[in-house]
């Protein structure tokens, strides 16, 4: 069983983790690390419910802040394990976001009697269909847990405060035809080649961008996956693209897949996973309080993050934390070392002062 | 042991080898009966070559022919076993060409004294990879033993001759972009939005049509498969589209492969599989005569058969067996006994006259 280390530092601690693999669904060993290790701390109160540890103070402190990281990664691209080279860290979840989740765990460790009353979430399977998402259970099954009057989601913000997020919408677009033998190709009708429309309008297509309190916002639209094929001699009957929408907070849902309806009409679509955005929500005064802390301009966030979990409990939430999310997924993933300790000193400042 | 009797009626034996299950790999059985059923005709040398069977009349006579057909089939699929009804005998292999192997059988049994020497070939494996066809095997290793002035190969024709056989070429045409994560696509480049103007080619594509001796040939360019896609959140940094070339016989493979580096000039072309048409040759006199003697207007085939293995022997060779191909590999395969009666009976006539 890998075992982490609170009383390291927090390069350390975020190349330890980042070196217990974790996939998506496959978070079993670094949540036994991360429960085991929070377990030593007796300020804590401690919940696990699957593979999500939720550790708490009780200091009957007036507010009550939520600290929130998720423990999975997207899958290796030839970027595991950790590396350590002029001041930055390399390495399959450096970035999104074992960089906060150590911050995360240090606070713990380090800030046994904050100011605030704190609730550090440490959860599962962020990367892949909102379904299995671990804080998402959380909210529908156990939202008394999460309760709180601002949230933190130390996902990777460049080091400063990101506000609101994206929305998401996964649809599948598809196409059908009749199958035959390729060496007969005319009496059949090929799905693949009907596809061709589609992706014309995705390589074409211009992304809106919005402005919102003060922030613009960039959205996308993106094929994340294409099938189809029967046989090397057929004609295929079907084929398939799925395409990711990220949506301005300014849009519903609703307005989302209204919008991909409009620009796939002709075909047939339907929705595989959905989340809406958040709002900034700067003007709430806990977040605008943070913000404040901090010192930074806030940016927005256009990947879909928890924030819009927390939105809709009713908690104003952001992202702050470590690490150029623009790395996030990609095979060169990386994380400053400077942004570590500066996210980290940060916020143990402002939970003790 | 199954055991089949070459003095019953075409249709009886057709049925009795259909029941006999030979999925391509499991042919034991089926070859077992078919060795033991020819080795009690002693006008014929047999051969047994791993489960293909050579049989040959020595008659000295000037002209040899090889009739040959393949023993196996596709998989069943709730076709088995045979069915007869309404003048239509019905089951797996039936058409794809069992029928054929039971008229051979008959006339290696009945024709005792040919006017044209002849040389019966029962192979294993026509089904799958091209590395297991027995008839392969024996046109590599043992050569001589299909040695002859004109071949018959008893694949489904529709009771007609067919001559010739177009190429098949495999390609796998491959995007590359660089990953990122969907919600800052413009960090990345999407490989899946790179094959619009494949798929675009590929739709407006007007395949060629050649008139060769007299037939006319219709070439088909299809995508038969289409992946791409890391996960439903990343930028794809690569698609593939495996394409399906079927060319007229008047193109080598050399230049069916230009043909292709034309089409989908600016993408990466791999060939993954290949394999040479084979030209009609109704030129050559012993083709001719046979045409002249089964008095059918020839036609193209399509589909790659095993003609191409004679062509390379330089042994000119046609298609002429019971059966509509349309039916073969499908869940309602089928041949009427019409068919089995004319091709036995033409060919008998051919082979005493």
Same mark, same amino acid.
């Given at each position: 069983?890998? $075992?982490?280390?609170?009383t390291s530092?927090?390069? =350390? /601690? $975020?190349?330890?983790?980042?070196d217990?693999?974790s996939?998506?669904l496959?978070?079993?060993?670094?949540? +036994?690390a991360?429960?085991?290790?929070?377990?030593?701390?007796?300020?804590?109160?401690?919940?696990?419910?699957?593979? $999500?540890?939720?550790?708490?103070?009780?200091?009957?402190r007036?507010?009550?802040?939520v600290?929130?990281?998720?423990?999975d990664?997207?899958?290796a691209?030839?970027?595991?394990?950790?590396?350590?080279?002029? !001041?930055?860290?390399?390495? /399959?979840?450096?970035? +999104?976001m074992?960089?906060?989740v150590?911050?995360?765990?240090l606070?713990? #460790?380090t800030?046994?009697?904050?100011?605030?009353?704190?609730?550090y979430v440490?959860?599962e399977?962020?990367?892949?269909?909102?379904?299995?998402?671990?804080l998402?259970?959380?909210?529908?099954?156990?939202?008394?847990?999460?309760?709180?009057?601002f949230?933190?989601?130390?996902?990777?913000s460049?080091?400063?405060?990101?506000a609101?997020?994206q929305? =998401?919408m996964?649809?599948?677009?598809?196409? =059908? !035809?009749?199958?035959?033998? #390729?060496?007969?190709s005319?009496?059949?009708?090929?799905a693949?080649h009907?596809?061709?429309?589609?992706?014309?309008?995705?390589?074409s297509?211009?992304?809106?961008?919005?402005?919102? +309190?003060?922030?613009?916002y960039r959205?996308? /639209?993106?094929?994340v996956?294409?099938?189809g094929?029967?046989?090397?001699?057929?004609?295929? +009957?079907?084929?398939v693209?799925?395409?990711?929408?990220?949506?301005?907070?300014?849009?519903?849902?609703?307005e989302?897949?209204?919008?991909?309806q409009?620009?796939f009409?002709?075909f047939?679509l339907?929705?595989?996973?959905s989340?809406?955005g958040?709002?900034?929500?700067?003007?709430?005064?806990a977040? #605008?309080?943070?913000?404040?802390?901090?010192?930074?301009?806030?940016?927005?966030?256009?990947?879909?993050?928890?924030?819009?979990?927390?939105?809709q409990?009713?908690?104003?939430?952001?992202?702050? !934390?470590?690490?150029?999310?623009?790395?996030?997924?990609?095979?060169?993933?990386?994380?400053?070392?400077?942004?570590?300790?500066r996210v980290?000193? $940060?916020?143990?400042?402002w939970l003790?002062?």
């Amino acid at each position: 069983m890998a $075992t982490i280390d609170l009383t390291s530092d927090v390069v =350390t /601690l $975020t190349a330890a983790l980042v070196d217990i693999a974790s996939e998506s669904l496959s978070e079993q060993e670094i949540a +036994d690390a991360v429960e085991e290790a929070l377990g030593r701390l007796h300020h804590l109160e401690l919940v696990r419910d699957g593979h $999500t540890i939720v550790a708490r103070t009780s200091l009957g402190r007036g507010e009550r802040v939520v600290i929130a990281g998720h423990l999975d990664t997207v899958p290796a691209n030839a970027n595991f394990p950790s590396r350590l080279e002029d !001041g930055v860290l390399h390495g /399959l979840g450096s970035c +999104d976001m074992k960089g906060g989740v150590a911050v995360a765990l240090l606070l713990a #460790a380090t800030v046994a009697d904050p100011v605030r009353d704190v609730t550090y979430v440490f959860y599962e399977a962020e990367e892949i269909a909102a379904e299995f998402n671990g804080l998402g259970r959380l909210a529908r099954e156990r939202p008394e847990l999460l309760d709180g009057d601002f949230a933190i989601l130390m996902e990777p913000s460049d080091a400063g405060v990101e506000a609101g997020c994206q929305g =998401t919408m996964r649809v599948d677009v598809r196409t =059908t !035809g009749e199958r035959a033998h #390729a060496a007969r190709s005319w009496a059949g009708s090929n799905a693949i080649h009907a596809l061709a429309p589609v992706l014309a309008r995705l390589d074409s297509y211009a992304p809106r961008q919005v402005e919102i +309190d003060g922030l613009t916002y960039r959205e996308g /639209l993106n094929a994340v996956g294409i099938r189809g094929g029967v046989a090397g001699n057929v004609v295929p +009957d079907e084929a398939v693209v799925t395409v990711n929408y990220r949506f301005a907070p300014d849009r519903s849902e609703a307005e989302a897949h209204q919008h991909l309806q409009e620009v796939f009409e002709g075909f047939g679509l339907t929705i595989t996973d959905s989340a809406p955005g958040a709002l900034p929500g700067l003007s709430r005064p806990a977040a #605008a309080e943070f913000v404040a802390a901090v010192g930074a301009e806030p940016r927005p966030k256009f990947g879909w993050t928890d924030v819009a979990q927390f939105t809709q409990l009713g908690i104003p939430a952001v992202n702050y !934390g470590p690490g150029d999310p623009v790395y996030a997924h990609k095979a060169d993933e990386q994380v400053p070392v400077e942004h570590l300790h500066r996210v980290l000193s $940060t916020l143990q400042k402002w939970l003790t002062t």
